[in-house]
Each structure stands twice: as structure tokens, then as C-alpha cells.
T-cell receptor, first 113, second 114 residues
Framework: NAGVTQTPKFRVLKTGQSMTLLCAQD?????MYWYRQDPGMGLRLIHY???????AKGEVPDGYNVSRLKKQNFLLGLESAAPSQTSVYFC????????????FGPGTRLLVL | AQSVTQLGSHVSVSEGALVLLRCNYS??????LFWYVQYPNQGLQLLLK??????LVKGINGFEAEFKKSETSFHLTKPSAHMSDAAEYFC????????????FGKGTTLSVSS
């Protein structure tokens, strides 16, 4: 099992450009999450999904959109990137039952100039 | 609302010394608690978790944590630090609902000197 994978690993954008980050998991997990990590801030939840076709906002959703068309994939989109979105983005998944452990991907480093 | 506070953003120890990373939580109901470790340029890896089965939880790499309800604490310890323990450590709490996202502390960077 590959676990949770993220594509791309690193990306540089110019302000105003758009991009999509892809998260894939092969553990048949029901729940998936997108976090951003900034120095001294820990991890903050952007959006999450409790199942295929469903999404919900987290703590810092502004400027991001998500989609969960397939159970194994969770996409994070930036329609018009801003320098404040420079961060490391982590995807995670969990079985969604009584097991609350989340399994994390390796992260995507995004730099917005 | 639940929250997590990690005391000390940076902890430095010598190799072989005791490691103690502090975590206090706020929760109105019995929580699920986690410690994750992040090595440089990597994702988060689960060290251990508390799910109310036992107050002393043993994890990977010789780490353990004790849940103390009276102190609302879940401190992480390791008797003898190794150089390879140098990393960032995150404490997290999960609301008592399936699938709800974790709430993370701001992290503690552990440095180990020889």
C-alpha cells in the first residue's frame, strides 16, 4: 500500500495563477482532510470530506475549493493564488469509524510569488 | 470548544537525557489524544494515541505518554534521547465524533545534542 500520496511535491506560482493539488489514498478510507502548516501555527484545517461527493469547510477555507468525486481522491484548488497561501499543504485520511487516527501524506510545498 | 496547548516551542536535550514534551488539552468530554512526529521535510507520523483504554500509552521509538484527567495533560516522554529523535512533535485532540478533524497544538521542536 502506498498510503496517502500527494501531487505535486513542490510548486511555485505567481500571484493570480490557479492550481490543483491532488491527494490519493489506497486504504479505502471514508474521511479525508486538507491542512496547511505554517511556522509556529501548527496544522490548520482547510476543508474536509466525510464521504464521496461531500465536502465541508474547516478553520481556514477562504481562497480554496475542494472536490471529492471519487472516494480515493481529494482535490484542493486555488483559483487565484495569493502570497498568503504560501505554505506546506498536507492531506490526511481516516477510516471514519471509531478509529480516529489520521494518516498523513508527505506534503506539498507551495510558494506564491 | 476543544483546544490543545503545547508548552515550549523548542526543547533541547543532550543525547541520553530524558525527553519531556508537554501538552495540555481543553475538552468538555473525554477526548481522544494523539502525538505525531514530523521529521524534516516529511509528513506527520503517528507516535501514539490515547483512546481511554489505558492512561499510560506506549508508542513507537520508545516514547510514551500519560493521560492525567485531573491535570488535563498528555505529556510525552522518553527515558533516553537519541540523535534520531530530533524532529517536531505535535499534540492533537479529536472531538468525540467519528471523522471530525484533529485539532493540533502549535508544535514543539526537539533538538538533541551529542
Amino acid at each position: 500500500n502506498a498510503g496517502v500520496t500527494q501531487t505535486p511535491k513542490f510548486r511555485v506560482l505567481k500571484t493570480g495563477q490557479s492550481m490543483t493539488l491532488l491527494c490519493a489514498q489506497d486504504m479505502n478510507h471514508e474521511y479525508m482532510y486538507w491542512y496547511r502548516q505554517d511556522p509556529g501555527m501548527g496544522l490548520r484545517l482547510i476543508h474536509y470530506s466525510v464521504g464521496e461527493g461531500t465536502t465541508a469547510k474547516g478553520e481556514v477555507p477562504d481562497g480554496y475549493n475542494v472536490s471529492r468525486l471519487k472516494k480515493q481522491n481529494f482535490l484542493l484548488g486555488l483559483e487565484s493564488a495569493a502570497p498568503s497561501q504560501t505554505s506546506v499543504y498536507f492531506c490526511a485520511s481516516s477510516p471514519g469509524t471509531s478509529v480516529k487516527t489520521q494518516y498523513f501524506g508527505p506534503g506539498t510545498r507551495l510558494l506564491v510569488l | 470548544a476543544q483546544s490543545v496547548t503545547q508548552l515550549g516551542s523548542h526543547v533541547s536535550v543532550s543525547e541520553g537525557a530524558l525527553v519531556l514534551l508537554r501538552c495540555n488539552y481543553s475538552s468538555s468530554v473525554p477526548p481522544y489524544l494523539f502525538w505525531y512526529v514530523q521529521y524534516p521535510n516529511q509528513g506527520l507520523q503517528l507516535l501514539l494515541k490515547y483512546t481511554s483504554a489505558a492512561t499510560l500509552v506506549k508508542g513507537i521509538n520508545g516514547f510514551e505518554a500519560e493521560f492525567k484527567k485531573s491535570e488535563t495533560s498528555f505529556h510525552l516522554t522518553k527515558p533516553s534521547a537519541h540523535m534520531s529523535d530530533a524532529a517536531e512533535y505535535f499534540c492533537a485532540v479529536s472531538p468525540n465524533q467519528a471523522g471530525t478533524a484533529l485539532i493540533f497544538g502549535k508544535g514543539t521542536t526537539l533538538s538533541v545534542s551529542s
